[in-house]
C-alpha cells in the first residue's frame, strides 16, 4: 500500500470510531533468513498491513488491532475500541490526557531504500552465499539471520493528525564456530546493500580462536567495550534512565538527577531520528513529530523522553517529545529509540587498548538483565569474543565472563571513545517488524566489575 492508501484507511477508521480517536495504518514487507552450520535452515517472508484504532471517551483509553482491511474490517475494529472505551468509561472519569493535537509536520529523513524496500529473496540468497563461501575459507562453520524489510506507517486522528513515513532496515548477525569457541559480527543498515556478509564472517572467524582460553578471576578490570557491548548498555539506559513515566513517578535511575553529572565529560548522548547512520523515524506511534533531544551533555543528565501520557502525568508544562511507543501511551512508558553516543579521539580499539595494563576486550553482552533499575545495576555474560589484553595488546581468548555493573556507572567511567561511530541492533523481530538502533563507538572504561564465569568450554550448539 503507497502511503496515501495508508492514511485513507486511518481516516475511514476514526470516522468510523466517532469523536476522540486515532488510527495507525501499518504495511510491513519483509524477509528473514536463518542459517546455520554453514546451511540455510529457514525463510519467511511478511507482507501485511495492521490497522491499530484507539479510542479515548471521558479519560479511559481503548486500543483495538486488526489485520482486516476491507470496509467491514475497518469498521469492526473502530467500533470495538470505541465500545471498549465506552465501557471503562461507565465506571466514572479516567486520567487519561486524550489525543496529542497535531503540530509541526513531521520532516523528511534518507531512512528509505527501494532496492532493499523490494524484498528480492535473491538478496538473502547472493548474503548467505558469500557467507558460506567466507567460512569456509576461515575452515569454520557460519550461523545466524540475515533479515531487511520495508515498513510504511500512517497515523490519522480526530485531533488533526495526518502522518505518514517510509522506512527500510536490514540486519546480518554472523556467529562462527571454530571446535567449539564462537566468534560474534553484525551489520546493520537502512539499506540491504550495505551488509557484507563476507566481511561479517571474516572478523567474527577471527575472534573464534582455536587457542586455549584463560580463566579470569572475579573483580574488577579496566575493559575495552566494542559498539555491540555499548549500544546493549544504552539500550537498558533507555528505559531504566530516560523513560518519562518511570521518571514522573520516581521509579527512573534519574530521578531528582536532572541538571546534575551522572557521567564523565566525555559522554554525550542523545535521541538523534535524522542522525547519519541511524534507522530514522519520522514521527512516534501518536504521530507526534520527532526531533533531535539532547540526554546527558557533557556528563549531566539533561532531559527524559515523553508520550502524551506521561508528559499529562509528569506536569509542570511538560509535553510530548515523541516517544510513544503505542497508541495512548504504553503501559511501560515511552522510549528513546535512535538513541546516538557521540564519539572521541581514538582511532580504534587497538588504540583504547594500549594504556591498559591487564585488562579485558568484549565484543558483545549477551542474556543481560537488570538487578537493579534505580541504580541500572546489570548483570550478564561477555562472550562470542572476549580477550585479554595485556601490556596494552589485545592477546589470548578468555572464556566467558560475568560482569555485574551499572550502565551509569561505566558511562562514569568511561576514558576513551574511538571517532568512528556504529549503528547496531538487536535485529530480531518476534511481531510486528519495528527495527531499532544505537550509533555509538567502542569506549575503554576504567573498571568493569567481573563477578564470576564459566569454567569450561561451552558445548557447541
Not at 547512520?277 to 523522553?305: M, Q
Not at 522510549?335 to 579521539?345: E, K
Not at 574511538?418 to 510486528?432: D, H, I, K, M, S
Request: net charge negative; hydrophobic share 45%; charged share 25%.
Amino acid at each position: 500500500m503507497t502511503g496515501e492508501e495508508l492514511l485513507d484507511l486511518g481516516e475511514r477508521a476514526i470516522r468510523a470510531a466517532g469523536r476522540d480517536a486515532l488510527a495507525v495504518a501499518v504495511h510491513e514487507r519483509s524477509l528473514l533468513s536463518r542459517f546455520a552450520r554453514s546451511r540455510p535452515t529457514q525463510a519467511t517472508a511478511v507482507d501485511e498491513v495492521e490497522l491499530r484504532v484507539l479510542a479515548v471517551r471521558d479519560g479511559h483509553a481503548a486500543v483495538a488491532v486488526t489485520t482486516q482491511t476491507d470496509a467491514d474490517g475497518v469498521t469492526a475494529v473502530a467500533r470495538r475500541a470505541a465500545r471498549a472505551a465506552e465501557a471503562a468509561a461507565a465506571a466514572g472519569p479516567g486520567d487519561h490526557p486524550g489525543l496529542p493535537a497535531a503540530g509541526e509536520p513531521s520532516q523528511p529523513h534518507p531512512g528509505f531504500d527501494r532496492p532493499t524496500a523490494a524484498c528480492d529473496p535473491r538478496q538473502a540468497g547472493a548474503a548467505l552465499t558469500d557467507a558460506f563461501a567466507a567460512a569456509a575459507d576461515r575452515g569454520v562453520e557460519a550461523a545466524g539471520i540475515w533479515t531487511a524489510g520495508a515498513v510504511r506507517p500512517a497515523v490519522a486522528s480526530t485531533a488533526g493528525v495526518r502522518e505518514t513515513d517510509a522506512v527500510t532496515d536490514a540486519f546480518l548477525r554472523v556467529l562462527c564456530d571454530r571446535g567449539g569457541r564462537t566468534g560474534f559480527a553484525a551489520r546493520a543498515s537502512t539499506a540491504a546493500g550495505d551488509l557484507d556478509a563476507a566481511a561479517a564472517v571474516h572478523e567474527a572467524a577471527a575472534k573464534a580462536s582455536s587457542e586455549e582460553p584463560a580463566q579470569l578471576a572475579p573483580g574488577e578490570y579496566p575493559a575495552v567495550l566494542e559498539p555491540d557491548a555499548v549500544g546493549t548498555l544504552l539500550e537498558f539506559l533507555g528505559a531504566l534512565a530516560f523513560n518519562g513515566l518511570a521518571h514522573a513517578e520516581g521509579r527512573s535511575a534519574l530521578s531528582g538527577r536532572l541538571g546534575t553529572r551522572v557521567a564523565a565529560a566525555t559522554i554525550n548522548l542523545s535521541d538523534s531520528p535524522r542522525f547519519p547512520g541511524t534507522l530514522p523515524r519520522a514521527f512516534d506511534a501518536e504521530g507526534v513529530a520527532k526531533s533531535p533531544l539532547p540526554l546527558i551533555e557533557d556528563g549531566v543528565a539533561n532531559r527524559v523522553v515523553h508520550d502524551t501520557r506521561s508528559a499529562a502525568i509528569a506536569g509542570d508544562g511538560a509535553r510530548s517529545t515523541g516517544h510513544a511507543i503505542a497508541p495512548g501511551g504504553a503501559p511501560e512508558g515511552p522510549l528513546p529509540r535512535n538513541l546516538v553516543l557521540i564519539g572521541g579521539g581514538a582511532a580504534d580499539v587497538d588504540e583504547l587498548a594500549g594504556p591498559i595494563e591487564r585488562g579485558l576486550y568484549v565484543t558483545r553482552f549477551w542474556y543481560v538483565n537488570p538487578v537493579h533499575p534505580r541504580r541500572t545495576l546489570l548483570t550478564g555474560m561477555a562472550r562470542d569474543g572476549t580477550f585479554l589484553i595485556e601490556d596494552g595488546r589485545i592477546t589470548r581468548p578468555l572464556r566467558d565472563v560475568r560482569f555485574t555493573d551499572e550502565a551509569l556507572g561505566l558511562l562514569d567511567r568511561t576514558e576513551a571513545l574511538t571517532a568512528r561511530l556504529r549503528l547496531v541492533c538487536e535485529g530480531e523481530f518476534y511481531g510486528r517488524r519495528f527495527a531499532t538502533g544505537v550509533v555509538c563507538p567502542a569506549i575503554r572504561v576504567s573498571a568493569l566489575r567481573v563477578t564470576g564465569g564459566s569454567t569450561a568450554p561451552r558445548p557447541r550448539s
